[in-house]
């Protein structure tokens, strides 16, 4: 996947169009939490665009920045330790930074924590705990990784991740109005009419953006719900409804980015 066919400033003008419109929708809906979603997505777009604009030394900083509050939210919903915590926070803000001025070197960061985090309960010596531990800690190196796309991505992570966004409004509207059979027991409220309003969206603002590739297909129609369930599955193991609770409408950061995470993952590895 290379550079789009629009500039950043476009990508940005895009994303304020849509923001504007959605936001004349919900306030003349007058539904009280519709309003707060949209001011959780007011304050999303705000720090996506600004970082993403200063092209990738901006990514790297943005990648950083959610990678250290996206871990300290997974910490506290694996109940981890103070320690896992802190090797699996700072190896999040090390990713991206790697990715930036050596972007070849990433996968031996990322390998070589693996490893480290790994070792943490071993050195520690928790039998008792020490196996669900490290591999909790592994999984979430490797699930919050993905935030290095945003870096190695280039121009083509900004029409990516608006996409991304309009299918998860696709998904709410489609679900809401369409209905159908539960998509997973995972998360109850998820319905097959919301993955065909994601599609429909997601597409169409791929396509609108010139952004539209059998990569970016996939990444938004079958990895981006797939990622939505993960965290389901992660917050109904941990008993939680969401990963946290001070982004306006949403929860946690997780709860915002889950989508995201796992279609970056995608676009990076195909």
Same mark, same amino acid.
């Given at each position: ?53 200063? *092209? ?18 997974? =910490? ?29 070197? =990433?996968?031996? =960061? ?59 409004? *696709? ?49 938004? =129609? ?29 929860? *946690? ?18």
């Amino acid at each position: 996947m290379t550079g789009t066919e629009t500039g950043t400033a476009g990508m940005l003008a895009y994303f304020g169009g849509a923001l504007g419109v959605g936001g004349l929708a919900v306030w003349a809906s007058g539904r009280h939490e519709l309003k707060r979603r949209w001011l959780g997505w007011a304050l999303c777009a705000v720090v996506l665009g600004g970082g993403l604009a200063f *092209g990738r030394p901006g990514a790297a900083a943005l990648a950083a920045a959610l990678g250290a509050v996206a871990a300290a939210e997974y =910490v506290r919903l694996q109940q981890l330790p103070l320690c896992d915590g802190v090797v699996l926070i700072g190896l999040e803000l090390a990713l991206p930074f790697a990715a930036w001025l050596a972007p070849t070197a =990433v996968w031996r =960061v990322a390998s070589g924590g693996a490893v480290l985090l790994a070792l943490v309960p071993v050195l520690g010596g928790d039998a008792p705990t020490g196996a669900r531990r490290a591999a909790a800690s592994v999984f979430g190196l490797l699930w919050l990784a993905p935030l290095t796309g945003l870096v190695l991505l280039g121009r083509a992570a900004l029409p990516l991740c608006f996409a991304v966004a309009l299918a998860d409004v *696709g998904a709410w509207c489609g679900g809401t109005l369409l209905g159908g059979p539960r998509l997973s027991p995972l998360s109850p409220a998820k319905r097959r009419g919301g993955v065909l309003g994601a599609a429909v969206l997601g597409l169409g603002a791929l396509a609108a953006t010139g952004a539209l590739t059998p990569v970016t297909a996939v990444a938004v =129609v079958a990895a981006a719900p797939l990622g939505d369930l993960l965290e389901s599955m992660l917050k109904r193991g941990a008993g939680v409804k969401d990963a946290a609770a001070w982004l306006p409408g949403f929860g *946690g950061l997780l709860d915002r980015v889950d989508s995201l995470l796992l279609a970056l993952a995608v676009a990076v590895i195909l």
